[in-house]
């Protein structure tokens, strides 16, 4: 089935335009960096900064569970690794597959950020980037549409504890609890 929907992708929609496009797309999501900036720009505001401390702090945390933890347990090999007739158009990733971490930080960063006090066109981009990297894993052949899942599902719940911890902390603060 995995092959099945990344062959499905390559036959509908392979074309050069995508193929000059994806490798962009990915790029930004490349150790984080485009969640990273972000991070880095919500703490700059006062009344933005607890999601920029969120994000970052929740993005570090899971990415080293995932990167040094999941991905090494599941060891699951990459698609161009099963399917070696497949041209790349990337460098080829040396980690696992499973989960992707690319979309794992960009489903966790746009929960996150749609949690801010922003205006809501920040974050509708955030899930259209989020989406667009997803896809672009996928496009590029090094993930499978599981691996791609997964990394959503665990990106998403992983901010949702990130937000929590967040919220606990914050109304000990106004509540005048020490800890």
């Known amino acids: 089935m995995d092959f099945a929907i990344l062959y499905g992708i390559q036959n509908v929609l392979g074309c050069p335009f995508l193929d000059a496009l994806m490798p962009i797309v990915t790029a930004c ?15 700059i505001f006062p009344k933005t900064r607890r999601w920029g401390i969120t994000l970052l702090v929740t ?16 060891a699951r090999p990459r698609p161009f690794i099963a399917d070696p007739s497949f041209v790349l158009l990337i460098a080829a990733p040396a980690s696992f597959s499973f989960p992707s971490g690319h979309t794992l930080s960009s489903f966790l960063a746009a929960t996150v950020i749609t ?23 996928l496009y590029l052949f090094v993930h499978f549409p599981t691996d791609v899942l997964a990394g959503a599902i665990i990106g998403v719940l992983a901010a949702l504890i990130g937000i929590a911890i967040s919220n606990r902390i914050a109304s000990g603060k106004s509540s005048g609890i020490s800890s």
């Open 29 to 43: 999501g490349d150790h984080g960096l485009i969640w990273i900036i972000a991070g880095i720009l919500l703490l």
């Open 59 to 74: 993005l570090a945390v899971t990415w080293a569970i995932c990167e040094f933890g999941i991905k090494n347990l599941v």
């Open 115 to 137: 949690r801010a006090p922003i205006a809501r066109g920040w974050k509708i981009a955030a899930w259209v980037m989020a989406v667009a990297i997803a896809f672009s894993r």
